[in-house]
């Protein structure tokens, strides 16, 4: 079938919303946010108000919906994804110096360029019967060296390249800067040593394998938000393992019963993560305002009732 949908004005993008049930209050303040936002992007807030007939989601919206619910949706997963984003930001650095620390300590101050303590580079099968090769300690280095050759905004490179020639490549703490989020969950990952990623998951107690999963689910959610992709009641496609209890932290009560595809889950895991990090942390009163203000469906992103009862959220 080919594609034939005309390009709309911002004026007649409200008034096919209009045949199809949306109140507007202010149409000229609705066409300025069509404007900044597109209607493309605001596609994806508009379905939570549709019709649903028998199981199939019709183009007419429930009556009684206006241009304010399905913007406002926008806004709240607008800032929930910068609140997720900061702390991301925070666990990030965190892991990032912990690495650092750990393995610099262990294997002295060019740990990265030490192939020995990586899985050697072997073929996996994918899931599509497809085959690729794994080789992190070689991805690494070439990626060190693009960022010496190409990136002349970090002084201290240049400030390196400057003052020494051997080694080629700056320490790691240097090295571990210029690298990004999913490089840092690849190196974990092909750690050869068990003991270190122990060590390194040790420093925000959890076990290494929990560790792991959660790193890959992290670096999935953290480019959902760097692409202003919609998070609120999205599937998350990365799903994390089930951490099933704590003997140090705060945590869910009742993990089996959460689902770990739906965002909330997540969400307890930043919050987990932050008891580490950030103690002084205002995550959870963050969020707890945000939900206050907007009131989204708090089943859509897994929320079970009750929830704020949870030690981790109090």
């Not at 599509?128 to 960022?147: A, N």
């Not at 571990?176 to 040790?202: H, K, P, T």
Request: hydrophobic share 35%; aromatic share 14%.
């Amino acid at each position: 079938m080919k594609y034939e949908k005309p390009p709309l004005t911002y004026q007649a993008q409200i008034e096919l919303l209009k045949s199809r049930g949306v109140i507007f209050a202010d149409e000229a303040k609705a066409a300025y946010q069509l404007a900044n936002v597109g209607y493309f992007r605001l596609i994806a807030y508009m379905f939570p108000f549709k019709e649903n007939n028998g199981g199939k989601i019709v183009n007419e919206f429930r009556h009684g919906t206006t241009w304010k619910d399905i913007y406002d949706m926008y806004v709240f997963d607008r800032k929930l994804r910068l609140l997720v984003f900061d702390a991301i930001e925070k666990i990030e650095v965190a892991i990032r110096t912990q690495m650092v620390y750990i393995l610099s300590l262990r294997y002295g101050s060019h740990w990265q360029d030490n192939k020995s303590i990586y899985k050697p580079k072997r073929t996996i099968r994918l899931s599509d019967g497809s085959k690729k090769e794994v080789d992190v300690y070689s991805d690494i280095q070439k990626h060190i060296r693009e960022q010496l050759h190409n990136n002349q905004t970090e002084l201290f490179i240049e400030k390196y390249r400057e003052t020494y020639d051997d080694p080629v490549n700056p320490p790691s703490w240097m090295c571990v800067e210029v690298m990004y989020f999913n490089q840092l969950s690849r190196i974990y990952s092909n750690l050869e040593e068990r003991r270190d990623r122990a060590e390194i998951a040790r420093s925000f107690a959890l076990p290494p394998d929990d560790f792991m999963s959660w790193l890959h689910t992290m670096n999935y959610v953290r480019n959902i938000c760097a692409h202003h992709a919609r998070l609120w009641n999205r599937d998350l496609k990365i799903v994390p393992c089930i951490l099933r209890f704590s003997k140090t932290k705060n945590w869910i009560s009742n993990p089996e019963s959460v689902q770990r595809s739906k965002v909330y889950y997540f969400l307890c895991m930043i919050n987990y993560m932050l008891q580490t990090v950030n103690v002084t942390s205002t995550f959870t009163f963050r969020l707890k305002e945000l939900i206050k203000e907007f009131k989204p469906k708090l089943s859509a992103m897994g929320f079970p009732e009750k929830w704020e009862e949870e030690k981790i959220w109090q």
